[in-house]
């Protein structure tokens, strides 16, 4: 089972993530997409209803939008370690998508737990950069090249 984790990119259109689950499950393979209340994430201070109104609003595009080309959207709540675990027991996750999230602390530090977590359970994460923020480089030297 291919996971892919919906974080701030709600969309279908042009999102190079599902191109390449895609390719997978045209070879057989399943895919399941996830969104994830996080209260962590929305009790923030730099959180706000009105973001809660946009991604409520996205999420039923979302579904839609998934639905239209054969896949699902799981809605969650939890903290992402346990929902994640309750997903991975229930249907076998092998591989974990998402962006590279340029959010600010508290997205980047659960991000951190979230690679322990796949690298504890033999998971394989493939994170993509996408608005030119490009995650764990040594330095800035060449990044266009990237």
């Known amino acids: 089972m291919h996971l892919v984790w919906f974080k701030r990119d709600l969309r279908v259109d042009d999102h190079c993530l599902l191109a390449e689950v895609g390719r997978a499950c045209r070879a057989g393979e399943q895919m399941l997409g996830v969104y994830v209340y ?5 009790q923030a201070d730099d959180f706000d209803v009105c973001h809660l109104y946009f991604i409520n609003e996205s999420l039923v595009e979302l579904r839609e939008s998934l639905r239209k080309i054969g896949g699902e959207l799981l809605i969650l709540h939890g903290e992402i370690l346990r929902v994640f675990e309750q997903v991975r027991r229930h249907f076998g996750v092998s591989k974990l998508w ?9 997205t980047f530090d659960r991000d951190l737990r979230v690679d322990q977590w796949v690298k504890k359970n033999g998971i394989q994460w493939v994170e993509k950069p996408q608005n030119g923020v490009i995650r764990r480089l040594k330095n800035r030297d060449g990044w266009a090249t990237l």
């Open 38 to 42: 996080e209260p962590i994430v929305y």
């Open 98 to 106: 998402s962006h590279e999230e340029n959010g600010n602390s508290v």
